[in-house]
């Protein structure tokens, strides 16, 4: 019988993964990630609602206590990074280091299972031409999270499964339904476990970070107002500077140096180049030279084509076919090829 473990959250998308493999005929074995210290949503009441749906569908349910990866890998790299005036994406690292790299290292050393399995919305499909795993936009473009995986290792997308690729969200809520989850009308989450868990992003850095009073100043230098704490500000925020002025104005920068919160209008804030370190190419091999592709380098935010450049040291520079505004320092920039993810890195300074 094919054996598969699958992380549970606690979430309908992570039970009706579970429920659909369990009804396929696959030996299901629940695995929960204990992440945060202190009483967090998703590691309280999601691992109480994982350890139901894991009786209720009368599998095995393990916890692992992943605490003290969570804080090194993803509450210290938050941290560190707002620190130093950058915007860091957590769910990625997060992803690969705290929760498909120990789950499927926990599933072959304890469990002798070389197969897990996710509620993330994305597709794997293997490539023999090139003998390659791709990654793939799930089928619900709505609730793609490719854009989250591409630090995936071709080791992690062989041993993955991803079971909701192919649906669409109305179809989960209708197989959570029709397997009679307990979680079938939980409502879905809509922050990071870290803003659900301490009621925002500033909250918790407040917890870690010291208020430090500032300067506001133009492009120029000059003096407009005071901050209190770079952490709070990210590249291209427009509300919240509390400072007045005849025209919009906008986070240009953030110089942790100088403590100072960097301004100006909104040409200020178009970049048409940018530059991403710690490259990872997933469903093509890197390339030596320039190639033609389309990049996401928000969550949100829709695909713009671009010229892509290898550069050495596992960096690319990135030239876009339009100026795009808002391109923050320490967010992924993901490339795409259709449907296809080919790769992605983060985004290391502005040109």
Known sequence: MNRVVVGLSGGV???????????????????????????????SEGMVDAAFICEQLGIPHHIVDSRDVFQANIINYLVSGYEAGITPLPCSQCNKMVKFGPMLTYSREQLGIDKIATGHYARIRY?????????????????????????????????????????????????????????ADKPESQDLCLIESHG???????????????????TEGKVL?????????????????????AQPLYVVGLDAVKNRVI??????????????????????????????ASVQVRYRSPSVPVTVIPLEGERMKLIFDEPQFGITPGQAAVLYDGEILLGGGIIERLV
């Open 13 to 43: 998308d992570s039970s009706v993964a579970a429920a659909t493999l369990h009804h396929q005929g696959y030996e299901v074995v629940g695995l929960t990630l204990w992440l945060m210290k202190g009483k967090g949503q998703c590691c």
């Open 127 to 183: 490539d023999g031409a090139s003998d390659r795993y791709q990654l793939c936009r799930a089928v619900d473009l709505s609730k793609d999270q490719s854009y989250f995986l591409y630090d995936l290792t071709q080791d992690l997308l062989a041993a993955s499964m991803f079971p909701l690729g192919e649906l669409k969200k109305t179809e989960t809520r209708n197989l959570a339904t029709q397997y009679n989850l307990k979680t």
């Open 200 to 218: 925002s992003m500033q909250k918790f850095l407040d917890k870690y970070i010291s208020q430090t009073t500032g300067d506001i100043v133009d």
């Open 225 to 245: 107002g005071q901050h209190n704490g770079i952490h709070h500000y990210t590249i291209g925020q427009r509300k919240g500077l509390g400072i007045a002025a």
């Open 263 to 292: 301004v100006g209008d909104r040409n200020s804030v178009t970049q048409s180049e940018c530059t991403v370190a710690r490259v990872n190419w997933v469903s093509i091999p890197a390339p030596n030279n320039p190639i033609q």
